[in-house]
């Protein structure tokens, strides 16, 4: 089972920053944070993930709680484009044969609105 | 940039047939997964693949199913006697090992149909 928890969904107006939350108050100190997003039936586009620092790229930024139980996703200027399923994954890292799988939840179906 | 790239994108067969979907990962990635969408419902991990031999597996992959890289680009996924219920989007995903760099990226899929 997945050990994320998401909002099944969101709206947000298009322009505005789009804040995803997610939840892992069981998370293992040698486990990340994952996001993807699913555009339709398209393949799980990779985002962004980080340990405990916040991450930033050229598509969105990740905010990890002090405590790494939660973590917000932000799309700081969500286009029509973004909309689509994001999903939230905790995973360690590559280690020979362990932790490989990502275990994909439900994730939050994020609307973005004209 | 470079992809992960599936064919065939669609593909129909009838119960019982064999098939074959293919996936060419990126190129200098070492680890190699299937995961499958059945329509509605969630993602769901099949199988890991490194070092030329399978490292995890789900309840899911059953013996109807095997994982071959034939060569040194390709990456398939066979199902011996398909079902209805194989029905669904399925994905490969590669990744390079490294704290930076840790990350499946995935291909656009292949819908199979089984009628």
């Known amino acids: 089972d997945a050990k994320t928890t998401q909002p099944p969904s969101m709206d947000c107006a298009e322009g505005r920053a789009a804040n995803l939350p997610c939840n892992h108050s069981?998370?293992?100190?040698?486990?990340?944070v994952y996001w993807y997003r699913q555009i339709h039936s398209q393949g799980p586009q990779y985002i962004i993930h980080?340990?405990?620092n916040n991450e930033t790229n050229e598509m969105a930024s990740l905010i990890i709680t002090e405590d790494r139980k939660s973590s917000t996703l932000i799309l700081p200027h969500a286009t029509l484009r973004d909309t689509a399923v994001y999903y939230c994954?905790?995973?360690?890292?590559?280690?020979?044969?362990?932790?490989?799988?990502?275990?994909f939840g439900g994730g939050t179906r994020l609307m973005v609105k004209p | 940039e470079p992809e992960v790239t599936q064919t065939p994108s669609h593909q129909v067969t009838q119960m019982g047939q064999e098939v074959i979907l293919r996936c060419v990962p990126i190129s200098n990635h070492l680890y190699f997964y299937w995961y499958r969408q059945i329509l509605g419902q969630k993602v769901e991990f099949l199988v890991s693949f490194y070092n030329n031999e399978i490292s995890e597996k789900s309840e899911i992959f059953d013996d109807q199913f095997s994982v071959e890289r034939p060569d040194g680009s390709n990456f398939t996924l066979k199902i011996r006697s398909t079902k209805l219920e194989d029905s669904a989007m399925y994905f490969c995903a590669s990744l390079y090992p490294g704290s930076s760099t840790d990350t499946q990226y995935f291909g656009p899929g292949t819908r199979l149909t089984v009628l």
């Open positions: 994954i905790v995973r360690v890292a590559v280690n020979n044969n362990a932790g490989n799988m990502l275990t």
């Open positions: 980080g340990l405990k």
């Open positions: 069981t998370i293992s100190g040698n486990e990340y």
